[in-house]
């Protein structure tokens, strides 16, 4: 059964066009193309709706995935936004095909993208459906049913569905019922609109007028040609379209039914009884008519049995038809039911969404009355606090609009996460005012705490706040000249790579600072935000951390084992975020840790943090760690740099208690290997040579265990033991050795001992 649609109902329906990314985005280009032809003109809402999978399970930083079960909601939450976020991307190539036209997007979750875009029909109440088909029916086969014919197959009796191929269209039109309900042209023909009507078959006429049976009063071709007997196809003039029309049926009961079996039989009889009684007539004048007149009278009778099969024919197929309609008028019976089930679940959804609606906005006025109450306290406090403070001063909003040329564009730097950053001169001092967005009043509370602990807290590896408006929701800090630490591992901004020292050293200041604040009296700090973007570097590249916003303070120190503070709402950045505080909400200072391990295996091999750790892992275990270093610096440390990963490895495990303590063990241990890399570039920059013999002739460095191999030359043990257990030649010379053992040359190793000692010396004089 085919809807007719006038012009009126086309203009006033919501078309939505079903599209996908990757393979299948050809599909969807041509499906967005011929809607935007023939549809979108005509439409007052246009969607494009692309189906995401459900998910269930999230990577991890360590590059493991993780069931969503085991993590929090808002984690879930973060990553499903995000992914949301990079599937609109998808939709944009979409939407310029449209024109001009405004577009809506909307992306939907399921497992099924059929089911996903089939229930979003029925709850939106879309009334035009169009999808990319594919025209390869072999491929259809071997994967089994696909997206379209599935839509096609499912889709609501209200609902238009038009699926988009390379040669041909395929639509089911709403209220449309048969075995094989699709109206399929060839699509090269489609460029226009028009409405045609079917006539009733002549044969029925000329039958039933032959027998005396008036054909408006004939109950059969009443129930042939009753109802609105209109298909709707698409083609232009001089067009060859094939369109398979469904009429729409009146309602027949079975009263009906015993009247039409009645007269038809009747109708039958009568026609029987006139064929027989010709027949018995010509038998018994037989002797008495003419050759010719017995042909024309055989001639007369053959006719009457063809018009009699003929009639016969009509009948039954009459009766097919009585059938079908009697089955199409309890499908119609039993859709105007669920009709009315639906209006009515709709009805009992508009008024759950309407109660939810309520009981938002009541949240949101008592949490904004928290927000003023709170807000109202810390700045009683704040204001207290600059009465008596040395270090910072507070600005008016004069003072700030005018250093800012009223927050001009030229003078922004950076955005953060609620707010903008500004670049100008207070008090004849280059620094960096960050602003709160208008937009984000609601975190008024987050910029009055990050006042109160900035003002509270100094150290040299800490931003020094120097200011705050109050009035404006600004902060004034230090300006840090060369960045930060993220736009120098990516270059961006022109930045250049950073050496290998200065990367040690940063490592080692970052280190400081979070000792500082995880020791903080009477309570420690945790910073929960710790990424390269928040690490700061002056002219000097001396490092700072910043951002410490979403900095807790809590109450005390308590074991490993214990609780610290949990929240629901998780803070922070997804892939430098304590596992264990993902999982539990729990916050510790050994969370900051984590992401200071992650920072550091960035700074060794300059990559994105997603399944760092794992990478690393594999090289150390494999011997291939010098090939996972960033191929930016060419002079890397190798002992100093794999000690360097091995410690950044053992703070990013996944639980707290098995990371080391920042003071007590870290902290040394960065030391030890600054310290080393201070004295190789000491080497370097006074040009101390050792004498060649020194060396390692694998290894190319200065040997600290020499051993004699058999062929003469002396290697440092480590790497003449490796060499041997692969090869039986010399490493200098190529030629084979006599055997594979190995002594310890005591008098070179003393030699170059003294060197060192004499080296150290002389360099702690200049």
């Known amino acids: 059964m085919m809807a007719v649609f006038t012009g009126d109902e086309t203009a006033a329906a919501a078309v939505a066009v079903a599209v996908c990314g990757g393979r299948g985005a050809g599909r969807s280009r041509r499906a967005v193309r011929w809607a935007a032809e023939h549809l979108v003109p005509h439409a007052h809402r246009v969607v494009l709706v692309h189906v995401i999978r459900a998910v269930t399970s999230i990577p991890s930083p360590s590059g493991e995935r993780v069931p969503v079960d085991r993590l929090g909601k808002d984690v879930v939450e973060m990553y499903v936004q995000d992914l949301k976020s990079k599937a609109q991307q ?64 499912f889709s609501p009796d209200y609902c238009n569905i038009f699926a988009v191929s390379r040669r041909k269209l395929i639509m089911k039109f709403a209220n449309q019922v048969s075995d094989d309900p699709s109206i399929s042209t060839h699509i090269q023909t489609i460029k226009g609109k028009l409405f ?37 196809a698409l083609s232009e003039p001089s067009s060859s379209i094939s369109v398979r029309s469904f009429e729409t049926l009146p309602s027949i009961g079975g009263h009906e039914e015993g009247e039409l079996n009645n007269k038809n039989y009747g109708f039958l009889a009568s026609i029987k009884y006139k064929t027989s009684f010709m027949f018995h007539s010509s038998r018994k004048n037989l002797q008495d008519v003419s050759p010719a007149e017995v042909s024309n009278s055989r001639k007369e009778s053959q006719n009457i049995l063809a018009m009699y099969d003929q009639v016969c024919d009509d009948l039954v197929h009459a009766k097919k038809k009585f059938q079908s309609l009697s089955s199409e008028y309890s499908e119609v019976e039993k859709k105007l039911k669920n009709g009315l089930e639906r209006e009515k679940v709709l009805e009992a959804i508009k008024e759950v969404e309407e109660a939810k609606q309520v009981s938002v906005k009541e949240a949101q006025h008592r949490h904004k009355a928290e927000l003023v109450r709170i807000s109202s306290e810390l700045s009683k406090t704040i204001d207290g606090y600059f009465l008596n403070s040395k270090w910072c001063r507070r600005y008016s909003k004069n003072e700030i609009e005018v250093a800012t040329d009223n927050f001009s564009e030229a003078k922004k730097i950076g955005e953060g996460g609620c707010g903008y950053v500004y670049k100008c001169n207070l ?21 009055l705490r990050e006042v109160k602990i900035l003002s509270q807290i100094h150290h040299p590896h800490l931003v020094l706040l120097l200011g705050v408006c109050l009035e404006s929701g600004c902060l004034v800090y230090e300006y840090m000249e060369n960045g930060s630490l993220d736009d120098h591992l990516f270059n961006r901004d022109g930045k250049r790579p950073l050496p290998w020292i200065i990367r040690f050293r940063i490592l080692y200041e970052v280190a400081c600072g979070l000792t500082f604040l995880h020791g903080n ?40 084992g214990l609780t610290e503070y949990r929240e629901t709402i998780l803070a922070g950045t997804f892939f430098y975020m304590d596992p ?24 060794l091999t300059g990559k994105n943090p997603n399944g760092l750790i794992v990478s690393m892992e594999n090289a150390i275990r494999g011997g291939t760690f010098s090939a996972v270093l960033d191929q930016s610096v060419k002079d890397w440390p190798l002992a100093e740099a794999e000690r360097l990963a091995k410690l950044a490895l053992q703070c990013s495990r996944l639980t707290c208690r098995e990371r080391p303590d920042l003071d007590s063990e870290v902290l040394p241990e960065l030391e ?24 390692c002739p694998i290894l190319m460095e200065i040997m600290d265990d020499p051993y004699v191999a058999a062929d003469g030359y002396t290697y440092e043990h480590k790497a003449i033991r490796a060499w041997l257990e692969k090869y039986d030649i010399s490493p200098v010379n190529k030629i084979r050795l006599p055997h594979t053992s190995i002594i310890p040359n005591h008098s070179l190793r003393l030699a170059i001992q003294e060197w060192k000692s004499h080296v150290a010396f002389s360099t702690s004089w200049n």
């Open 427 to 447: 008090d004849h001092t280059l620094v960096a005012v960050k602003v709160l967005r208008q937009d984000a009043r609601d975190k008024e509370a987050e910029f």
């Open 580 to 603: 264990e505080y993902q999982r539990t909400g729990t916050v510790r200072p050994k969370s900051d840790l984590y992401a200071w391990g992650v920072i550091a295996l960035q700074l």
């Open 521 to 560: 009296k009477p309570e420690p700090i945790v910073h929960r935000d710790l990424k390269p973007a928040n690490i700061l570097l002056n002219r000097n590249y001396v490092s700072k951390i910043g951002d410490v916003g979403l900095a807790k303070l809590l109450s005390d120190v308590v074991p490993d």
């Open 196 to 232: 045609v009507q079917r006539r009733r078959n002549p044969l029925f006429d000329a039958v039933f007028s032959l027998y005396g049976l008036e054909v408006g009063n004939s109950p059969i071709l009443s129930l042939l040609t009753g109802g609105t007997l209109h298909s709707r």
């Open 672 to 695: 030890d290997i600054l310290n080393k890399g201070n004295a190789i570039i000491n080497l370097k920059k006074h040009n101390i040579d050792a004498p060649k013999h020194y060396f």
């Open 90 to 153: 998808v939709l944009f190539p979409f939407r310029e095909l449209c024109g001009t036209r405004n577009v809506e997007t909307l992306v939907l979750e399921g497992e099924n993208p059929a089911a996903a875009l089939l229930e979003y029909v029925s709850i939106s109440g879309t009334k035009n459906l169009v999808l990319g088909y594919s025209s390869f029916r072999f491929r259809r086969i071997l994967k089994g049913p696909d997206v379209p014919t599935t839509v096609l197959k």
